[in-house]
C-alpha cells in the first residue's frame, strides 16, 4: 500500500561536489538558528549554529547562511563525503523555545 | 563527557502496559527537553524543565503523559497506560541557559 507520512525533501549529490541545503523559517523574532545532522538510529547531532545579527559562519567544511529578510537558512557541506549521508534539520529559537523543520534527507553518491 | 544517556534504547510493550522512559542530561546543564519522533509528524516537542521545574508542557498528548524531574541529574517520562499510537523515538535533550541543544540517543518505543 502507499506509504504515509512526512514527505521529506530529499537531495542527491556526488562524492566530493557541495551541497547545499535550505530551510525556510517564519518567526521575525527567532534569535538563534541550529544546524543539526541525524543518522538512521540515532539522536540529532549538532553541525553548527548562527545568531540571528550575522549572516555567515563558516566551520570545517560546512557553512550556514543567513538571510533574514526572506526568514532563509542554508546549509553549505563541501566536498561531501558518504558520511555526510543524513538527515540535517534546521531550528529556530524563539524565546526558550526551539522548532525544527522537517529535515532534508542527503544522499551521496559514491 | 558522556553526553545526554537515555535508558531504555529500545522498549516493546504490550498496549495498556505503563511505559517508563529515563534521561539522564549533561552535567551542569540547566535545560531539560523530551521530544517524539515519528514518519508521520517529525519531531515534536512534549516538555521542558528549567532547573527541574516544567515550563511547557503544551506538547503533551494527553494526560497518558506525565514527566518528572526530581533533581538536576534526572528526568522521566511515564506512558501510562501506553497504547499503539505511542509508537515512537523519544528523545530527551538538554542545554545550558537555553543555548544550543545536545540530544541523547532516543528510546524506541514499540507499543503492541
Known amino acids: 500500500g502507499e506509504s504515509v507520512g512526512l514527505h521529506l525533501p530529499t537531495l542527491s549529490v556526488q562524492e566530493g561536489d557541495n551541497s547545499i541545503i535550505n530551510c525556510a523559517y517564519s518567526n521575525s523574532a527567532s534569535d538563534y538558528f541550529i544546524w543539526y545532522k541525524q543518522e538512521s538510529g540515532k539522536g540529532p547531532q549538532f553541525i553548527i549554529d548562527i545568531r540571528s545579527n550575522m549572516d555567515k559562519r563558516q566551520g570545517q567544511r560546512v557553512t550556514v547562511l543567513l538571510n533574514k529578510t526572506v526568514k532563509h537558512l542554508s546549509l553549505q557541506i563541501a566536498a561531501t563525503q558518504p558520511g555526510d549521508s543524513a538527515v540535517y534539520f534546521c531550528a529556530e529559537r524563539v524565546g526558550n523555545q526551539f522548532y525544527f523543520g522537517t529535515g532534508t534527507s542527503l544522499t551521496v553518491i559514491p | 563527557d558522556a553526553g545526554v544517556i537515555q535508558s531504555p534504547r529500545h522498549e516493546v510493550t504490550e498496549m495498556g502496559q505503563e511505559v517508563t522512559l529515563r534521561c539522564k542530561p549533561i552535567?551542569?546543564?540547566?535545560?531539560l527537553f523530551w521530544y517524539r519522533q515519528t514518519m508521520m509528524r517529525g519531531l515534536e516537542l512534549l516538555i521542558y524543565f528549567n532547573n527541574n521545574v516544567p515550563i511547557d508542557d503544551s506538547g503533551m498528548p494527553e494526560d497518558r503523559f506525565s514527566a518528572k524531574m526530581p533533581n538536576a541529574s534526572f528526568s522521566t517520562l511515564k506512558i501510562q497506560p501506553s497504547e499503539p499510537r505511542d509508537s515512537a523515538v523519544y528523545f530527551c535533550?538538554?542545554?545550558?541557559?537555553?543555548?544550543?541543544?545536545?540530544f541523547g540517543p532516543g528510546t524506541r518505543l514499540l507499543v503492541l
Open positions: 552535567s551542569g546543564h540547566d535545560y
Open positions: 535533550a538538554s542545554s545550558l541557559n537555553g543555548g544550543t541543544q545536545y
